[in-house]
């Protein structure tokens, strides 16, 4: 299947920002939900944040707390992740993922990215 591909990780220091991108294959994309994920070593893969396709909804899991924030360039099959106020324990792989509706994003999505490190260190 088509893959989406993420950019933007990278080393930061903590209560730095970072800005993640996530680039859908093709405009079909536009009609999908797309949403994030990260794994840290030894855990088990979690779900960040999602947004819908055409009207841009958002879903949040509780622990971020607002410092992430999710959104999406439909125009250039793009999505974001704009993470604030980083932790250490932020430190992950983080992955994109998309589906047909925001609640299939967070339980089975059916397309994901390769996944890109985000370091912060203390």
């Known amino acids: 299947q088509e893959q989406l591909v993420e950019s933007g990780g990278g080393l930061v220091q903590a209560g730095g920002s970072l800005r993640l991108s996530c680039a859908a294959p093709?405009?079909?994309?536009?009609?999908?939900?797309m949403g994030w994920f990260r794994q840290a070593p030894g855990a088990e893969r979690e779900f960040v944040a999602a947004i819908s396709s055409r009207t841009s909804v958002t879903s949040y899991a509780d622990s971020f707390k607002g410092r992430f924030t999710v959104s999406r360039d439909n125009a250039k099959n793009i999505m974001y992740l704009q993470m604030n106020s980083l932790k250490p324990e932020d430190t992950a792989v983080y992955y994109c993922?998309?589906?047909?509706?925001?609640?299939?994003?967070?339980?089975?999505?059916?397309?994901w990215g390769q996944g890109t490190q985000v370091t912060v260190s203390s």
């Open positions: 993922a998309a589906a047909s509706d925001l609640e299939v994003v967070r339980t089975g999505p059916d397309y």
């Open positions: 093709t405009r079909a994309f536009f009609y999908y939900a």
